[in-house]
Structure formats: structure tokens, C-alpha cells
């Protein structure tokens, strides 16, 4: 297996960046659904998410990716992940997009926590442990 390289400052930059942009998805949920139920945002995000999807595979001429055997995966996985996204928008009715937010961002230290203990390449060293606290 590869060894794990440093990140570097670019990489950093893009990954904060990211982190801001879906830390705010959940106010900006909570501030539109007056306007907007919160299921329907969410249902026209990932409506527009498809069709860019489908335009970039259109460019780059992908031919056959629905039927190369991952589509059942595929359609597993993104059933689960609408209905994620169904219970964040219920949750969003009944607490406040910060509580949502620390709920839904909280799984990436608990998926480390988990590789740590189940995977010797994934071990944590000092500094991510830092991080994680």
C-alpha cells in the first residue's frame, strides 16, 4: 500500500473552503423554508446536481457508466443518502441548523476513530489527534 502523503497548502485552502460552503447548507436550508419547503430544496439541489452530472459525462462521452454492475450499489447508496438527507431536512422543522450541522459533521471524526482501530495504515499520529479534539 502507498504511503500517505502531506497535504499541501492548495489542498488545504480547497478543503476549507468546501468545509464553509457545506457547513452553510443548513442555514441556508432553515432561512429559505419559509419560502421553500426543506425538502424541496433539497430535491431541486440534487435535481440540478444530475443534470450537471449528465452534462459532464455527456462531454467527456461516457458511454455504458450506468450498466458496468455498480448501478445496484450505486442505487443503494443513493437512497440511502437522500434519505439522510430527508431526515436532515425533518430535523431542520425541529432544531436549529447549528444542531444539524454538529450532528451531520461530527461522522468524519468517528469514521477516523473507527479506521484507527481497524486499519494499521490508518493510525492516527499527533497531530491528527489534535485535531480531533
Not at 452553510?24 to 425538502?39: D, F, R, Y
Not at 430535491?43 to 461516457?62: F, N, Q
Not at 458511454?63 to 448501478?71: N, P, R
Amino acid at each position: 500500500m502507498n504511503a500517505r502523503k502531506a497535504i499541501d497548502g492548495k489542498a488545504l485552502i480547497y478543503m476549507i473552503g468546501l468545509c464553509a460552503i457545506w457547513g452553510m447548507q443548513q442555514t441556508a436550508v432553515k432561512l429559505a423554508a419559509p419560502a421553500m419547503p426543506e425538502i424541496l430544496q433539497v430535491a431541486l439541489r440534487s435535481g440540478v446536481a444530475l443534470v450537471v452530472i449528465a452534462g459532464i459525462a455527456a462531454v467527456r462521452r461516457e458511454t455504458g457508466w450506468f450498466f458496468k454492475g455498480t448501478w445496484k450499489a450505486g442505487l443503494v447508496i443513493g437512497l440511502l443518502f437522500g434519505l439522510e438527507y430527508f431526515l436532515v431536512t425533518q430535523g431542520l422543522r425541529f432544531t436549529t441548523a447549528s444542531h444539524i450541522s454538529i450532528f451531520l459533521y461530527t461522522s468524519p471524526i468517528f469514521a477516523a476513530l473507527g479506521l484507527h482501530m481497524r486499519l494499521p495504515e490508518e493510525r492516527l499520529d499527533a497531530a491528527q489527534w489534535v485535531g480531533i479534539a
